[in-house]
């Protein structure tokens, strides 16, 4: 059911980000990912999977956390999931397997960044061990609204 995510996976991956960039603040960005963008991100070299379950339902991936040599061990990740596959446990497995390839890639830390008043989002990393470092006031904007930011951390 998780596999390595692939070029050919960028439609089903893109129905999955966008509707969240459409209807929801979990993703502070209101700009729709194009097939490419996303095709392009597949083949970026960063873990990236997806969860097949008669086709892509969700994914999941890390990538480094600013960029820049000093925090070359500290990762961030993106994870997304139909709506009607949350709370089935592929949500667990896709992090399972981000923490022990980010653990083979020698990271120490991962990190995740959630919208503050998404209250499931931030229990469910908590759940999987993320403990809550801080909130950035009003970072983000959406919808007319200013957006808190949550973040919080798993050692590995």
């Not at 459409?22 to 873990?47: L, V």
């Not at 709506?83 to 446990?89: C, E, M, S, T, Y």
Request: with cysteine.
């Amino acid at each position: 059911m998780i596999r390595p995510a692939t070029p050919e996976d960028a439609p089903a991956l893109g129905a999955i980000w966008n509707r969240v960039i459409r209807e929801t603040t979990s993703i502070f960005n209101a700009t729709e990912r194009s097939e490419a963008e996303i095709a392009e991100i597949t083949c970026s070299g960063d873990p990236f999977f997806v969860w097949d379950e008669g086709g892509v339902r969700g994914f999941a991936r890390w990538f480094p956390f600013r960029g820049t040599d000093g925090y070359r061990h500290t990762v961030e990740h993106t994870i997304l999931l139909a709506p009607d596959l949350q709370g089935r446990g592929a949500g667990r497995m896709l992090m399972g397997r981000l923490f022990d390839t980010a653990r083979a890639a020698d990271k120490h830390v991962m990190v995740a960044c959630v919208t503050a008043e998404n209250t499931a989002g931030i229990a469910f990393h908590e759940r999987l061990g993320f403990a809550r470092t801080g909130t950035m006031p009003e970072v983000g904007r959406k919808f007319g609204r200013w957006l808190d930011l949550a973040i919080l951390q798993k050692p590995l």
